[in-house]
């Protein structure tokens, strides 16, 4: 089963603006990664943020997370056509499973020229 | 570059053939983890090794899946007797448990092996 849910599903926005995408999840995590995946190819990863952060900056990546409302949201600025990819969320969560991750199903973000 | 590589990219076989894919995981990484990916899905957690150990199987990898990582080094994925429905993205990732340092936990992707069952 999946516990992560990003939304949107799908964003279109021009070159320049900035974009947004929010991930829910269920259960108490360890840490929430964030990676990219262009079409057909294997994902990277772009930024970790651990269950006792709040907040973190990776170059024009900002990532947010409150564990009382179980959500993140990850920030792209000055966006470029290039971030054209499906964006998803993973969980690790506490406990005894914390090496494996849960991730939701993503949001494909398009960047027009 | 010493990424986690996998062999091969593609694969195309038929139903009720064996196929088996490797990993190589980055060198100092001491945790190996294998997760499938559908069209249109997340990926989802197949089975993790420590070292090499496998410690955990999801419920998603039937009789017909088994993984090794012989020495803790690289890995293997073997499917026997394929299936349509086996057909899907199959990624490899590792990581190591340093106790210190950004990177601990985070998990490094290889490019994938994509599997098409006719």
């Known amino acids: 089963s999946q516990q992560g849910e990003e939304d949107p599903q799908a964003l279109s926005i021009q070159e320049g603006e900035n974009a947004t995408m929010n991930c829910s999840y269920k259960t108490s995590i360890n840490n929430l990664q964030w990676y990219r995946q262009n079409s057909g190819r294997g994902l990277v990863h772009l930024i970790l943020i651990r269950s006792n952060e709040r907040e973190k900056h990776s170059g024009r990546l900002r990532v947010t997370l409150d564990t009382s409302k179980k959500s993140s949201s990850l920030l792209i600025t000055a966006s470029r056509a290039a971030d054209t990819a499906s964006y998803f969320c993973a969980t690790a969560n506490s406990g005894g499973s914390n090496y494996k991750l849960t991730f939701g199903k993503g949001t494909l973000l398009t960047v027009n020229p | 570059d010493t990424g986690v590589s996998q062999d091969p990219r593609h694969k195309i076989t038929k139903r009720g053939q064996n196929v088996t894919f490797r990993c190589d995981p980055i060198?100092?990484?001491?945790?190996l983890y294998w997760y499938r990916q559908t069209l249109g899905q997340g990926p989802e957690f197949l089975t993790y090794f420590q070292n090499e150990a496998q410690l955990e199987k999801s419920r998603l990898l039937s009789d017909r899946f088994s993984a090794e990582r012989p020495k803790g080094s690289f890995s293997t994925l073997e499917i026997q007797r394929t299936e349509q429905g086996d057909s899907a993205m199959y990624l490899c990732a590792s990581s190591h448990t340093g106790t210190s340092g950004g990177g601990r936990d985070t998990q490094y992707f290889g490019p994938g092996t994509r599997l098409t069952v006719l």
């Open positions: 060198s100092e990484h001491n945790r």
